[in-house]
């Protein structure tokens, strides 16, 4: 019995744990019960078919379309949308008879709506209420003769979505917050239990390859858990102590975390030259020499420790030791300033000095959970910075592009479809609609529109399977339908393919039904998103066209100027310079890294014929994650040295800051001239770490020197290697 507690609680957390805030079901749930309370209301008035459909479609987009975090901010914006939901519905249904008319309006709506998202959230979400239910009003065929009922449905399913979130499913943004935290700890506990397994295998066992891609997959998992909780503070918490404490207890444990598991592979792989965990970069068999004999011997003490501060975040498969907690704590602490350091190789020794990192890193997290939060840095500096950025506007907005892109491609989608079958039109205009959802470029609407296409055929391949299986059952049918609404919102975050899967799946539900459901309407299904898909293309190449080099050009160049502020503000702090906040700096260069891995989707994609540039771009990813860690990791210790040690004066820091600043700067100039310009980087031979312990410096001020200069070596090495990826020219040093 208590073996099957703790399967289940093991399987819970990681439940938990593949769901960062438990936000993707709530989405779902908070959107199946808003469409179930709307079809209750509505069913009860005996409304007929045509307003249950509204009112069921209504409450899907007025609980999914409303994403800002504060509670007010969210009643504020359904509140608005009930006086614009009303007046779209009312056009639409006027407009109905008039085919043409009805068609120029939907146009210029389209435009609107993509238009005022300059305007913010609110706008945008106001834009999405307005286009998704004019299409309600073609799709449903809506008269004008219905208004009073069609005006019932609206308002309840407002008023469901309102119930279901500030009521039944309400989740604050304090509670997410929490949620954050727990999974941040859940996905730090399966980090640590992949490292324990790689170092108990050893590097000889057959399965040491899987359990080093299992490692590198749970890092890359609670990086994304610390963006979210990053994103999360604003609302989170109106505590900014409280909010700066806890980011910089997160920041910190990450990177601790991160640097453990990467000496430890390097103890295990001596020679083999493992500086990062990013999958892009990752050798399919790590090689090197032999591991050292007092190394050997040693590794099942790292095992204990490894086991000591998995223990420390919280249950899980290992037990406890019966050893006192303070003892253990105490004894993991001492590693930061060489007390009871092994006998041991020195790279053995860093293990257990990042050992003793990722213990303080985790007492501090604690603290910060708990409130005791120290005082907050000023963050003016960044703030400044941020401001800066939002002021240099492109000659032609985003939004202004792509509402001229989406319309023009919806007026072909409605020519095409008209011509393709003038019953189901509708269809191609709504996918050409979401096919530009969070794209910049042809290339991302390319593979958006690819995955659109492939999850419509499985769904309807499903959906035809389905109806078939469950025959003439509507309650059977209802309940599919539910459980594909379910799959939509809980999958729309993960995966574009499953969510348009369950999207089709849920028409062919509603069409069973409707006792409507045959072959050839679910064929015009696919015909009409291969053409609205198409339509998007044509658009996208035709107005105002942006390139996937040009997008790519353009992130990489803010990823690298963020990467050097980060670098510039670490050393200033460091040098006793009284900076501003590291961390935000930090979190942004990963939030511009984020959007450059989405930008270059349509490279690295698998089904891309283009080989060569997949395997550029995925080394350029692999770089620049590389750096972005180090650099991270390097704003994790400035933030951590104590006052008084100003380490970012030592001569050799110096000069090497001095050239990574160089060496990033011709490379930001190089990206920006495509290669024209003659400013060359600048490479120079690495000052070995065990150089930097003359003097009489304490053995902290010591370790934080090497670690720094190690940092920045391994920024200064991906940087370079990069312009050698991208065949700019690299010299020697003389």
Known sequence: MQRARTRLADAHDRFLASDPGLIRILSALSTVCAVLLTLGVIAALDAPVPILVTGALTAMVSTAAVTEPRPRDQ???????????????????????????????????????????????????????????????????????????????????????????????????????????????????????????????????????????????????????????????????????????????????????????ILALRVLWPGADIDTLTRHLAKAHPAGSAIDARDAATLPVLISELRALRMAIGPGPLRPTGADPTEVRNRLLGFRSDQHLPDASPAMQDVFRSAGDLAHALLG???????????????????????????????VRPTTRTALQVATGSALAIVGGELLSPQRWYWAVFTCWVVFISTASTGEILVRGYRRLTGTVAGVVAGLALAALIGDTPWLAFTLAGLSVFGMYYTIAVSYTLMSFFVTTMIGMLYTLLHALTPGLLVVRIEETALGIACGLIAALLVLPVRTRERTDQLLRDVLERLREVLSQSLAQLGGESGGDLLGPARALDSALDSLRLSVQPLITPISPLRSRRRTALCVLGLLETAAFHARSLATTAELVPVGLHIGADPRLVNETRRIDHNLAALISQVAVRGEDNTTLVRSPRIPTQLVSEGRAPAEGINATRRILRHLQSVDESIQNLARTLQLPVREDS
């Open 75 to 261: 009643a504020l914006t359904l509140a608005m949308g009930v006086p614009v939901a009303l007046a779209v519905m009312a056009a639409g249904s006027t407009l109905a008879p008039y085919r043409v008319v009805a068609d120029v309006v939907f146009v210029l709506l389209i435009f609107a709506a993509i238009y005022i998202r300059r305007l913010g959230p609110r706008a945008t979400t106001l834009g999405i209420f307005a286009f998704q239910l004019f299409f309600v009003t073609q799709f449903v065929e809506t008269r004008v003769e219905q208004l009073p009922q069609l005006s019932l449905a609206v308002l309840a399913a407002f008023g469901s979505s309102a119930l279901v979130r500030f009521a039944v499913l309400r989740s604050p943004p304090g509670r997410t917050l929490e949620r954050l935290q727990r999974t941040f700890g859940l996905r730090l506990a399966l980090v640590l239990d992949a490292l324990i397994e790689v170092v108990q295998g050893g590097p000889e066992v057959p399965r040491a390859e899987r359990a080093v891609d299992d490692l590198r997959r749970y890092t890359a998992r609670l990086h994304t858990a610390a963006l979210m909780i990053h994103n999360q503070l604003g609302a989170g918490t109106t505590d900014q102590r409280t909010a700066s404490a806890i980011q910089r207890r997160v920041a910190e444990a990450e990177t601790a975390v991160e640097r453990l598991a």
């Open 365 to 395: 997290l604690h603290l910060a959970a708990d409130g005791e939060t120290p005082p907050a840095q000023d963050t003016l500096e960044a703030a400044r910075s941020r401001e800066e950025r939002k002021q240099q506007v492109p000659r």
